[in-house]
């Protein structure tokens, strides 16, 4: 059976710094604490066992420095593997502004149906049925020779927050895990979910049925360096 691993990216901002919506049109690195955040991923996959067997992002230099420095510090040297499809969305002219100023451009109540339900507020270029579908797709992809392997993908807040939907039960992730926090946000987090009703935990990882994919798959698990936009 196949375990499928999605990390957000480090932090690109520091703590001095204006943190904005920073969406796939804008390319940043890593800061410190992104690398320690980056470093700290490989050392939970070390710990608890789940060495990737293979690795994914996105072609954005914050999910590739994320993902070759999580596998180096788990032990192993696999190759990142870029994929487009994983690449932040556009947040057209909300790139690069602050959250005061988003807000104040499209109001609050179009940022809580883009946090609670994923509808993208005026001026944003997102397609969820196609982000889905690309979930859906590739999902098939990893599960298809079932073989056990484990398969680690490093994206960004905007393509990981549709991840949920591969589990066939969007709504019931989203009654457990929150899918969203305020831009800038600092504070780590790890979901480890089962549908089936065994209760959830970092401990142990219990088994968890993708029935919209396949069988083959039995686990989630979301490991956040940073909280989801």
Not at 4 to 11: D, Y
Not at 21 to 44: C, N, S
Not at 149 to 156: I, P, Y
Not at 197 to 212: A, D
Request: aromatic share 8%; with cysteine.
């Amino acid at each position: 059976m196949t375990t499928l691993i999605i990390a957000r990216h480090g932090n690109t901002f520091g703590p001095d710094d204006i943190v904005t919506y920073v969406g796939g049109r804008t390319d940043l690195p890593l800061v410190e604490k992104g690398v320690e955040q980056a470093k700290a991923i490989g050392r939970y996959l070390k710990d608890n066992r789940l060495i990737p067997d293979v690795v994914y992002s996105s072609t954005l230099q914050r999910t590739q420095e994320t993902a070759r420095i999580a596998v180096k510090e788990s032990g192993v040297t696999n190759p990142v593997f870029p994929l487009e499809i994983f690449n932040e969305i556009d947040y057209g002219p909300d790139e690069n502004q602050p959250a005061d100023k988003v807000k104040a451009r499209i109001g609050e109540e179009a940022l809580k149906h883009w946090e609670e339900e994923g509808l993208p507020p005026p001026g944003w270029m997102v397609d969820p049925v196609q982000i889905i579908k690309n979930w859906q797709g590739f999902a098939d992809q990893v599960c298809a020779h079932d073989d056990g392997e484990v398969a680690l993908v490093v994206t960004s807040n905007g393509i990981a927050r549709f991840a949920p939907y591969i589990t066939g039960d969007y709504e019931g992730f989203r009654e457990c895990f929150s899918p969203s926090s305020p831009p800038g946000a600092r504070h780590p987090h790890t979901h480890r979910r089962t549908l089936a009703g065994e209760g959830m935990g970092i401990e142990t990882l219990r088994p968890l049925r993708w029935t919209s994919v396949s069988d083959t798959i039995s686990s989630w698990l979301n490991i956040s360096s940073n909280a989801w936009l």
